[in-house]
């Protein structure tokens, strides 16, 4: 039934819980069991405080390359095919704490993948001043991908009675992903501003998550309420044990 008017607009916006707004979503990262990155100081002390300060986000494009075919029948033009399909890379933005968490948390990945040493000390002006820098003759020895890449999960939430993240209708992971590039961080005297660090990732590809509408157990077994998409159930809740 078309919609004619505001009534029933708003009637079947409310039935899809509202209009969606970008300041709603969490960054994760997973690493698996191949991966032998030193993440656990991470999952223990510092997850749920890098995934607070990422502040910018984006769900990945989608493109696919395409070939080009003529003269398949006389009179039609070029035709556009699809062969394969494209995954460009995705950035994230952080704001700092007082301790740079992101920055280090990122530094130090970036600088595990090559092998590189971390030195830390006290973060005392005077003893910094008589640190020195590492070895000019040192190597670097590339970690495998197995080893420092990890999955990325972008997950787009909203509010529901129960928080204001209860709900993820989509959600992409990104799979090998790693740290490829981080950018300046700019410094300067004038109007303070919260120091922000901006990540971007090269990943493999995604798969892609979709979240149902909470479904209604109208019996033992049974979910309702299935989604539907243009009159059609493209998607069919699965049946629990």
């Given at each position: 039934?078309?919609?004619?008017?505001?009534?029933?607009f708003?009637?079947?916006?409310?039935?899809?819980?509202?209009?969606?707004?970008t300041?709603?979503?969490?960054?994760?990262?997973?690493?698996?069991?191949?991966?032998?990155?030193?993440?656990?100081?991470?999952k223990?002390?510092?997850?749920?405080?890098i995934?607070?300060?990422?502040?910018?986000?984006?769900?990945?494009?989608?493109?696919?390359?395409?070939?080009?075919?003529?003269?398949?029948?006389?009179?039609?033009?070029?035709?556009?095919?699809?062969?394969?399909?494209?995954?460009?890379?995705?950035?994230?933005?952080?704001?700092?704490?007082?301790?740079?968490?992101?920055?280090?948390?990122?530094?130090?990945?970036?600088?595990?993948m090559?092998?590189?040493?971390?030195?830390?000390?006290?973060d005392?002006?005077s003893?910094?001043?008589?640190?020195?820098?590492?070895?000019?003759n040192?190597?670097?020895?590339?970690?495998?991908?197995?080893?420092?890449?990890?999955?990325?999960?972008?997950?787009?939430?909203?509010?529901?009675?129960?928080?204001?993240?209860?709900?993820v209708?989509?959600?992409?992971?990104?799979e090998?992903a790693?740290?490829?590039a981080?950018?300046?961080?700019?410094?300067?005297?004038?109007s303070?501003?919260i120091t922000?660090?901006?990540?971007?990732?090269?990943?493999?590809?995604h798969t892609?998550?979709?979240?149902d509408?909470k479904?209604?157990?109208?019996?033992?077994?049974?979910?309702?309420?299935?989604?539907?998409?243009?009159g059609?159930?493209?998607?069919?809740?699965?049946?629990?044990?």
């Open positions: 039934m078309a919609v004619t008017t505001i009534d029933q708003m009637s079947k916006i409310g039935r899809q819980k509202g209009m969606s707004l300041t709603g979503f969490d960054v994760a990262f997973q690493f698996g069991s191949k991966s032998s990155f030193p993440s656990k100081n991470y223990e002390n510092h997850e749920d405080l995934q607070m300060l990422c502040d910018e986000a984006q769900l990945p494009n989608v493109q696919t390359a395409t070939g080009q075919m003529s003269g398949r029948y006389l009179g039609e033009s070029a035709v556009q095919y699809a062969h394969s399909r494209m995954f460009t890379d995705v950035g994230l933005g952080f704001l700092c704490d007082a301790d740079l968490m992101p920055i280090k948390f990122f530094n130090h990945w970036y600088s595990w090559f092998g590189d040493e971390q030195k830390v000390t006290i005392d002006y003893t910094v001043r008589t640190e020195s820098a590492l070895p000019t040192r190597s670097n020895r590339l970690k495998y991908p197995d080893e420092y890449t990890c999955s990325v999960y972008i997950m787009k939430t909203e509010p529901n009675q129960y928080a204001a993240n209860g709900r209708p989509i959600t992409y992971i990104l090998n790693y740290p490829y981080l950018d300046a961080v700019p410094l300067s005297y004038g303070s501003q922000r660090l901006n990540v971007n990732f090269h990943y493999t590809r892609v998550v979709y979240g509408i479904s209604i157990k109208s019996s033992p077994g049974v979910l309702t309420d299935d989604i539907t998409l243009g059609t159930v493209p998607f069919q809740s699965a049946n629990t044990a």
